[in-house]
């Protein structure tokens, strides 16, 4: 029986800029055009589910403007419900500026705007989940709110995907209630640091693949002409690999799935596969 992904989490509007290469401290570069595009970690993870074939609903919150309502409609349109999204009256949607340099490696700034007015009522959408559903979050929301969310998900049977980006401390309780906790390198780092247990943890590491609990898997290999944008690679994978454990995949054929998706997201620019707004 295959489950539900319920994706908690931000939705930014993504302002992208290409650079030849980032700026150093204190320097100015030029970019090359300005693009609008949907963007935000919960919002990328819930397309990414829906492609790979889940049913999807998206909890979070946006502005009373132009972009949250483009979102909105965006997102239903690809069959993802959009019931939980809540209008937050007098506040901007949260934006992200993006510069991608030549090599495809990008650098981002994040501002949150109405993905910080999470509260409780965004919580209670987590009520409806069951045995063989997933929640997924991550942590560009309040984690007051994502804590909450994860500790009723475990409590009615439902399956977390924790994803540690960006990086913050949470409760060890937390944190041994997802399985997996998705990490790259650098965040493993930190969750070693903080002496955090995961019960599960999958790392990935880019162009060198992934391991889940010590068992490796290679990267997809994409040749260095075809690297587009790394922007949205890591929510592809957090979202394929949701909706193949709502499908009822096992461990290997999970993450197979998510490094494929990993791999195709660098193909393309935006954080999402065709994501104007």
């Known amino acids: 029986m295959t489950g539900r992904v319920l994706v908690l989490g931000s939705l930014n509007v993504d302002l992208v800029t290409r650079v030849e290469r980032h700026p150093r401290p204190g320097e100015t570069v030029l970019g090359d055009g300005l693009e609008q595009l949907a963007g935000g970690k919960g919002a990328n993870q819930a397309v990414a589910a829906a492609a790979a074939g889940a049913t ?21 349109g690809r069959g993802i419900d959009v019931s939980r999204l809540r209008v937050c009256p007098g506040e901007p949607s949260g934006h992200a500026i993006v510069t991608v340099a030549d090599d495809g490696e990008n650098s981002i ?40 969310a994860v500790r009723r998900a475990a409590a009615r049977g439902a399956r977390v995907v924790l994803n540690t980006a960006p990086y913050a401390a949470l409760p060890a309780d937390v944190v041994a209630l997802a399985d997996p906790v998705v990490a790259n390198e650098h965040e493993m780092a930190m969750l070693a640091e903080a002496g955090a247990e995961p019960r599960s943890l999958l790392v990935t590491f880019g162009a060198n693949g992934a391991a889940w609990d010590g068992a490796t898997a290679p990267a997809h290999a994409v040749a260095a002409a075809d690297v587009v944008d790394t922007t949205g690679a890591g929510d592809a994978f957090c979202g394929a690999l949701a909706a193949s454990l709502a499908a009822g995949a096992e461990r290997a054929e999970a993450l197979e799935a998510a490094l494929a998706a990993g791999a195709a997201a660098v193909r393309h620019a935006g954080a999402q596969a065709d994501p104007r707004l």
Request: aromatic share 2%.
């Open 56 to 76: 999807v609903a998206m909890v979070g919150c946006v502005g009373d403007d132009a972009g949250g309502a483009a979102y909105t409609a965006r997102l239903s």
């Open 109 to 148: 700034v994040v501002v949150p705007g109405a993905n910080d007015l999470l509260d409780e009522r965004e919580v209670t959408a987590v009520d409806t989940l069951g045995p063989g559903d997933v929640l997924l979050v991550q942590l560009e929301v309040p984690r007051a709110v994502v804590c909450t």
